[in-house]
């Protein structure tokens, strides 16, 4: 599932988290990779250990935290602390799939790779390129979204960053294990929970709201992996 998410953050929240980032010393991205990436992989990263790097990281998690449509799409069961990145001057992230497995901080454990967002934080007309490229059975897929605006794509996706050839373009990213491992799954519980929530809007007849509420937390509770 492809899913574009706006608003994440507010404006003036964005503006606040361009302002750090705009002062932030960088690092070279192929830093945060193995060998396969490195060598694809043109970008600048926050470290790892930047203290602004796990400010802005709450401040994105404390953000998903209070937004519903994330996570009836995602199912979050655990969250890799989000990441900042910069493509700049014909910067560029070629063709590759992100890893399966991924160390959680603190030595706390591991994630399975289930989820991929990527948070602009830079508007479409402030750099030229830059788009994320999705690739599925039906294509390729250009994303360039307004700032504060998220797309989630299954981990498994090829993609790749299109070169940046003018401006810079800024976002954050993370990985997400969701309680639903297959993404046909986890789209099937998307649409039957926004229709859910579409027809009791719509003053849908009560039983018959009830009984898909029950339909839906039977198949959550059956495919739930916990």
Known sequence: MLLHIPDILSREQVIQMRAALDAADWTDGRETVGAQGARVKRNQQLPDASPLRQQLGQWVLSALAKHPVYHAAALPLRTLPPRFNRYAGGGHYGMHVDGAVMALPAGIGQLRSDVSCTLFLSEPDEYEGG????????????????AGDMIIYPSSSLHRVAAVTRGIRVGSFFWVQSLIRDDSRRQLLFELDTSIQTLT??????????????????????????
Do not use: M
């Open 201 to 226: 809007r719509t003053g849908a007849d009560a039983d018959a709201l009830l009984r898909l509420a029950g339909v839906y937390h039977n198949l959550l509770r059956q495919w739930a992996e916990t």
């Open 131 to 146: 788009e994320l490229i999705v690739s599925d059975t039906f294509g390729e897929h250009e994303v360039k979204l307004p």
